[in-house]
């Protein structure tokens, strides 16, 4: 089977483990899927920011940016249930709650600039919304040439497999596509550009995750307006993916392409907004959507359902009404720079980077290279310490740690005593 950096990385390779419930799901899902760890977690239950598996034991999740306020919040659960027992249909009915929810989203976006308001279509999933956001940039731009960075991953229809070099695999990237180091160095863009307009593609559009998690989280805020100004001059827009650090994550402000002094024309959105419940947002300039929005016509059955509304405005309830922004800010802060502590001294991590509560910490070997096999060790021995992480990085050697927002200065205690006891078998 070929290698995916994004899935493989931290996957159950098979054929470790005579475990029934994985013999029965490989029969009827098929090699495709992936499962975490090396002894995959069989989980039944979560709250906040814990889960609990079969047997009963809890587990830290210090991964899932999918249930972003936290697992099984009960004001969502509540406001699920609520519409799920009064009304669930699709968009070509009228009904409040997606003007209401849409109403409240773009109130968060900033001032779109001369080009009118900020608009925003539903699907159900970021790859979705990644897709339509290529479609309207084209028709926008009259070009089809897009920049990404190296180990980017948007998303898994054909149009953003194309443009997710880190999925790998038979997966290749298009002809129309280049990419970039997530430095996002002036001569790097400037030759992109050239060579995608030398070939006949021109310039359509320059799409990022504002973190660049794929890639070994980069959040220097200081890279990414140069790069955009280039591309816009070269007649592009900016996508801004903010299915990672958006929705208060980097502590930040409500969208992580806040902190690069940036105001897209496009941002997608998905995974943590409606806290598990499938719904995802294309926001658009209103100029810039025009031409797609007058000329074709877009239904999706299940995008902008009421009871995916009711999950989405609930969670923007619960971002307010606990200060989970404030809670990134400050809880990330706590967590960065105790495990910058921690690992001062240790010859075997290198940089430890992030932006509220998204964190990456690179593993090295002896020689001060990436080191695949540690940072893989590292992840499965926090699983058996009951701590899940995970790991990105085109080497894929930096830690992810990426919790839901309602992480507590408890949960960066036991987070860091663990930490400290696999660090010190690491070095044994």
């Known amino acids: 089977m070929s290698f995916s950096n994004i899935m493989d990385s931290n996957s159950y390779q098979g054929g470790q483990l005579d475990d029934p419930l994985i013999a029965a799901r490989n029969r009827v899902l098929g090699p ?61 009915y009228l009904h409040e709650g997606i003007v209401d929810y849409s109403q409240r989203l773009l109130a968060t976006f900033p001032d779109p600039g001369p080009g009118g308001s900020y608009q925003i279509m539903y699907a159900c999933t970021g790859s979705e919304v990644n897709d339509l956001a290529l479609r309207v940039a084209a028709m926008h731009t009259g070009a089809t040439g897009i ?111 806040s902190r690069h002094g940036v105001v897209p024309e496009l941002v997608t959105m998905g995974k943590p907004m409606a806290n598990g ?23 999706n059955t299940f995008g902008g359902n009421p009871v995916s509304m009711a999950a989405a405005a609930a969670v923007l309830d619960v971002i307010e009404g606990e200060q989970l922004i404030a809670n990134a800010a400050a809880v990330g802060g706590d967590l960065r720079a105790e495990v910058t502590r921690l690992t001062a001294e240790n010859p075997r991590i290198g940089e430890v980077r992030g932006a509220g509560l998204y964190l990456g910490v690179e593993v090295l070997d002896a020689d001060g290279h990436p080191d695949r096999a540690a940072a893989r060790w590292i992840v499965n021995a926090m699983r058996e310490r009951r701590v899940l992480i995970s790991v990105c990085g085109a080497h894929g050697n930096v830690l992810k740690v990426r919790p839901p927002l309602v992480f507590s200065m408890s949960d960066v205690d036991r987070f860091v005593a663990e930490f400290g006891e696999v660090l010190a078998s690491l070095a044994e």
């Open 32 to 92: 495709a899927y992936r499962l975490f760890y090396e002894k995959p977690v069989h989980l039944v239950r979560a709250s906040g920011t814990k889960l609990f598996d079969a047997d009963g034991n809890d587990y830290l999740d210090a991964y899932n940016n999918v249930a972003s306020v936290g697992h099984c919040h009960p004001h969502v659960i509540d406001a699920v249930t609520r519409q799920l027992s009064t009304l669930n249909t699709h968009t070509r």
């Open 147 to 257: 920049i990404v960075t190296e180990e980017a991953y948007h998303g898994n229809t054909a149009a953003v497999n194309a443009i997710s070099p880190s999925i790998g695999g038979r997966t290749s990237l298009g002809p129309h596509v280049r990419t970039v180091s997530p430095q996002l160095e002036p001569a790097e863009i400037a030759a992109a550009i050239a060579d995608l307009r030398e070939n006949g593609f021109g310039v359509s559009a320059l799409i990022v995750d504002t973190i660049f998690s794929s890639d070994g989280i980069y959040p220097d805020p200081l890279v990414l307006a140069p790069a955009v100004s280039a591309v816009r001059a070269a007649g592009g827009v900016l996508i801004a993916d903010e299915v990672q650090p958006g929705f208060g994550r980097t502590g930040a402000g409500m969208w992580g392409f």
């Open 277 to 299: 419940m499938p719904v995802a947002a294309m926001v658009a300039r209103g100029d810039v959507l025009a031409g797609f929005a007058n000329e074709v016509p877009y239904f």
